[in-house]
């Protein structure tokens, strides 16, 4: 009889090396939680013993502890026999920046450099800009030109301070710059627990339209962030302050792509994980579980003849803005696009004080944001995940199909893509502690793009239950995405399995936006 996943065990000896694995029995079997940590503990290893010049101590691009990364799962894929391609993906590599507070107060801030930024040494005086630091602290700083206008900036050395909220980050460093500020910091927002802590994303993003920026856009002066206590202090009046970016370089990393040949090879099935940390920490979290889980999945599946093509990706430069997934799909001919039959994505599948969320591609919990548009036939991967918390008595809710992870690519290229999530920075619940377990009050990840994202920053059932799904999902559609796209397939072999109707969403998050701030941009 089959076995739901949590209730596997391990085949004996090495069996799971060399036989196809097929079946959901005998794969569920071989996925076990001891195989995904020992990749996990790889990463942390890696990290570990970086003596990266830079970023010692982390796997982030550019730097040494990624490549090394990339040579420990380009290895193991090549040995169990998959057509392995590092795929070079051009990395924009910065140094660690300076915000030091000069008057009223003497301090140094822990900062870091927003995407897009330009690089200077600006020591001047600080100039809050439509800033709200009392009651609800709701926040539109630097959202518009009329934000900037009526203040002196002449000086040769003004720095904008710019408070979090409502638009996108590279509006706001945009303004600034076309204002005449020499650097620009952007503080947390402060009006919630999870924007408390020091801000450091892309700013390279616009709200449309704005004259002369109508797409990405980079900055020639200074943009760094800062958290909202220390954008409080730099906010009092005569503060100064010294802000220093070096100029960046550009470096190469790598996309891992390893590929299966199926009988339909004009079908192609495809899952992909992050594979880079932050600067500040090993990443094992974020994203060494969806790595890890995923790496484990095309081992076990490297033996399998599977109808379609099986794809499996380990992305460069997500942390820096979905780099690696973006240049992988801009480089794809129309044709080759059309061969991708689904994408899924995994990115955090463990956090410590996790819930279940899984991608919410028919919208029944949130409306996409706006400009997202979800690809037909999204709908059916939600479902097949979902179908399977329900058949392990697994609760689940939704998460926003936003787009704000490596599925952006493909989803704008109109492939459809589903993945899991199990929260970074969003604070969790009393009504989520009562369904998941876990400590409410606290970030679903306390560590999230923090140094102690270590190989003890996991919820182990979490990870357990997700790994197995991980492969459930590709097993399945390695023989029919008929659900998704319409292309005729045949069942898994093995015993019949009929998936129960979903249970429905817990319906936990109200109002909000299903805790994917991963990659936040606003």
């Known amino acids: 009889m089959l076995l739901p996943a949590p209730a596997a065990v391990a085949a004996p000896g090495n069996a799971c090396d060399t036989r196809a694995n097929n079946t959901y029995q005998k794969l569920l079997d071989c996925m076990t939680l001891e195989g995904v940590r020992e990749h996990q503990a790889a990463l942390q290893k890696i990290a570990d013993n970086s003596t990266d010049p830079v970023y010692p101590g982390t796997r982030a691009a550019g730097t040494d502890g990624y490549a090394d990364s990339v040579q420990y799962v380009a290895g193991l894929l090549r040995e169990a026999g998959y057509d392995v391609t590092l795929d070079p993906v051009e990395i924009t590599f910065n140094f660690p920046a300076v ?100 801000i450091v994303a892309d700013a390279t993003s616009v709200d449309p339209p704005i004259p002369g920026a109508p797409g990405p856009v980079t900055h020639g002066i200074p943009v760094v962030g800062a958290s909202f206590a220390d954008g409080v202090a730099l906010a009092q009046p005569g503060s100064t302050a010294f802000v220093e970016v070096l100029p960046s370089e550009n470096r190469t990393d790598y996309n891992v792509i ?62 820096q803005g979905l780099l690696g997934s973006a240049d992988y799909v801009a480089g794809l001919s129309q044709a080759e696009r059309y061969r991708i039959a689904l994408y899924m994505n995994y990115d ?97 990840d306390p560590c999230y793009h923090e140094a102690c994202d270590t190989y003890e920053n996991v919820d182990l059932h979490a990870l357990e239950v997700n790994s197995d799904l991980i492969a459930f999902a590709m097993l399945t559609f390695a023989y029919s995405t008929e659900t998704v796209n319409g292309v005729p397939g045949k069942r898994v072999p093995g015993p019949k399995l009929t998936l129960p109707t979903p249970a429905g969403p817990e319906g936990t998050f109200a109002e909000e936006d299903g805790g994917l701030v991963h990659g936040a941009t606003a």
């Not at 000069?102 to 200077?120: I, K, N, R």
């Open 99 to 198: 915000l030091r507070q000069l008057t009223p107060v003497e301090a140094d801030y822990e900062t870091g450099v927003f995407t897009g930024s330009g690089s200077g040494r600006v020591e001047g005086q600080v100039i809050p800009v439509d800033i709200n630091l009392t009651g609800d602290r709701a926040s539109t700083s630097g959202c518009e030109a009329a934000d900037f206008a009526g203040i002196d900036w002449s000086g040769d050395a003004d720095i904008a301070l710019v408070q979090r909220g409502t638009c996108f980050f590279g509006t706001k460093a945009f303004y600034a710059e076309q204002a005449g500020a020499e650097a620009v910091i952007i503080f947390n927002q402060g009006n919630t627990p999870e924007r408390e802590e020091l």
């Open 258 to 319: 390893a590929e299966l040949p199926g009988k339909n090879e004009d079908n192609v099935v495809m899952a992909g994980a992050h594979l880079d940390s932050v600067t500040e920490g090993p990443g094992i979290n974020d994203n060494g579980s969806g790595s890890a889980a995923l790496l484990e999945s095309a081992l076990l599946m490297a033996n399998l003849n599977p109808e379609n093509t099986l794809r499996f990706a380990w992305w460069a430069g997500e942390e």
């Open 348 to 444: 955090m599948v463990g956090s410590p004080n996790y819930i279940f969320m899984v991608y919410d591609a028919d919208e029944s919990t949130f409306p996409a944001p706006e400009g997202v548009t979800i690809p037909p036939g999204s709908e059916a991967i939600e479902d097949l995940y979902e179908s399977y918390y329900t058949w392990i008595g697994e609760p689940y809710d939704d998460t926003e199909f936003s787009g704000r992870s490596d599925y952006e690519a493909f989803i704008l290229a109109g492939i459809p893509s589903g993945g899991l999530f199990t929260g970074a920075e969003e604070i969790k619940t009393e009504e989520q502690e009562a369904v998941w377990g876990g400590t409410a009050g606290e970030q679903f």
